[in-house]
C-alpha cells in the first residue's frame, strides 16, 4: 500500500513522515560531502625549471593538453628541481605539482610530499675539455668545477656526491655557473670541468654531446653509487648512441643516474593524480638512449613515497567515467553517484517498510488502552472483599476519554469501534459487581 493514500495516516502522520526523510535524506547529502573529496580545481600551478630546460619544455606541453580538458595550468619558472623542491614543501608557496629528481629530498621533511610517476632517466654528465684524464669524482679535486646554480637539480644532486668524493669549497673552486652558460665556460678554459644533471634531449646537454672541443667522463665507479644510494643506476651511453659520423661518444661512457620525477603534495586531488598520469602516459611513452620499451611512466619508488592513487591507476587504469567521458563530466558524475547511491540506500527500504511502521504506530495508540483495560478487567473479575467501585469507573472514564482523543484513520475505525465497546463491557461488569456487592452506583 503506498504510504500516500490519505486513508491511511493522518496528516499529523504524514507531517512527521515527511520530516523524518527529509532529515535521513539531509544526514545522507552530509555524509556524502563529508566523506568525498572535493571538486577537483580548476588551476593548478607547476614549478618547472629554467627556459632552456626540459622541465620547462615539457611544462608547455602539459599547459596546451590540460587546457583541453578545462584545466588551466600555471608554470611558475624556477632554477630547477632543488627549488622546485623547496616550494613543495612550503604550503604557502602556492605551487601544486613540480619536476623533481632522486636524491634531493631528505627525510623526515619530505614525508608530506608524494610522487605521481618518475619520467625518464636523468644522468650526471661531466664534461671535460678533450684530453683531460678523469675517470672518478674524486678527481676533480683541486680544479674549477661548474656544477650549476643553486636551486638547480645538478647543484642539488652534485654536492653530496662531490662530498662524499672528498671534493668540497674548501679544496676545490666550486663555481656557480649557470647550466646553460657551462658550456661556453668549458670551453674558454674559465672551467676544468662542467657538470649537468638532465635528460638527453636537453638542448644544452645535446649541445655539449655534439661539440668537438668536448669529452664525457666515464666513472670507473659507476657500479658502486647504486649500492651507496639507491636512487642511483648505473647508465650506459654507447660509442655511436649520439651520432655515427663522426662517432660520438668515441667510446662506452659510464655514467650514474637519478631519474625524473613528476612529484606533488600528498593532499593533492585524486582526480587531478589521474589526469596527470593520462596527460604523461602520452608524453613520456616514447624509447630514449637509456629507457626499455614501456619502462616510463612509471610509479616504482625513487625515493618520495608513491602516490596511492597513482599506484591504483597504474593497477587498474582509468574508471569507465574518465575512460570515455569529458574530464569534468566524468567528475560531476562521479559525485553524483557517491552522493545517490546512499540515498538509495537509505530510501528504498524506507519507502518499502515505513507503511508497516506508521501501521504499526497508529495500532499503537489503540493498544495501549487495551493494555490498561485489560489489567483492570482482570481486576474488576478477581478482586474480592472491599471494592473500589469509584475508581473502577474514573479510570475508565479516562480511558474511554483517551480513546476518543485517539485520531485514528478510517483503515483503523473498527478497532477503535471495538476498543470502546470493551470499555462499555468493563464498565457493565464493574456495575454488576457492585449491585452484587449491594453498593449503590451512581448511573453514568
Known sequence: MALSEPFLFSRRDLVRTVVLVALLVAACIWLSFRFIEPIPPRRIVIASGPEFSLFHQQAQRYKAA?????????????????ENYRLLLDRKSGVDIAFVQGGIATFPE?????????LYYEPLWIFLRRGEPIDALAALRGKRVSMGMPGSGTNALATPLLAASGVTSTNTNLQRVPTDHARVALKAGDVDAALMVGGIRTPVIRAALT???????SLAQADAYPQR????????????????????????????STEAMLAARDDVHPAIVNLLLELIRDE??????????????????VD?????????????????????????VATFVERFIIIVVPLLVVLVPLVKFLP??????????????YGELTLLERDVRLREGDLPIERWLSDLERIQRGVERVATPASFASEAYTLREHVDFVRRAVLAKAAAAGNAVAPT
Open 66 to 82: 590540460l587546457a583541453a580538458e578545462g584545466v588551466t595550468l600555471e608554470e611558475r619558472v624556477t632554477e630547477g628541481a632543488g
Open 110 to 118: 619530505a614525508d608530506s610530499l608524494v610522487m605521481i610517476a618518475s
Open 211 to 217: 661539440d668537438p672541443a668536448l669529452q664525457l667522463a
Open 229 to 256: 644510494y639507491p636512487f642511483l643506476t648505473r647508465r650506459t651511453l654507447h660509442a655511436g648512441a649520439v651520432e655515427f659520423v663522426p662517432l660520438t661518444p668515441e667510446r662506452d661512457v659510464a655514467l650514474i
Open 284 to 301: 613520456h611513452d616514447d624509447q630514449g638512449y637509456f629507457e626499455a620499451p614501456n619502462e616510463f611512466p612509471n610509479v616504482e619508488q
Open 304 to 328: 618520495l613515497r608513491v602516490s596511492p592513487d597513482a599506484i591504483r591507476h597504474r593497477r587498474f587504469g582509468p574508471s569507465l567515467l574518465y575512460r570515455y567521458l569529458p574530464f569534468w
Open 356 to 369: 508497516q511502521v506508521m501501521r504499526w504506530r497508529v495500532r499503537s495508540r489503540i493498544y495501549r488502552w
